[in-house]
């Protein structure tokens, strides 16, 4: 089993849970509202009024299988529009209940 933690501007939403949804990645903790910037260029997403973006979070515990194609779905969305932001990560579960 493996983690994947995605980090996406908001406007991001419906695509996340779309590519989530295809790949069968049925069971995610989401985090509506989170704040952050990127770590080499973007601009943050902090919902001030001096950076008025947000951003939101899923977390998805998947089969190993379901990786590649959840992390290139992702990978085509942020090249798509780069300069919103999406970022994701994957780990290893040693375990679970």
Known sequence: MKAI???YNQVHTDKVMRILDQNHARGF???AVT???GSQSGEP???THAWPSMNSSVL???EDH???PILDALRE???GSPEQGLRAFV???ERGL
Request: aromatic fraction near 16%.
């Open 29 to 31: 903790t989401k985090w």
């Open 45 to 47: 997403h902090y919902g």
């Open 91 to 93: 780990w290893s579960v």
């Open 77 to 79: 969305l942020d090249d």
């Open 66 to 68: 379901l990786v590649d």
């Open 35 to 37: 704040q952050g910037r």
């Open 5 to 7: 933690f995605v980090t």
């Open 60 to 62: 998805a515990v998947v």
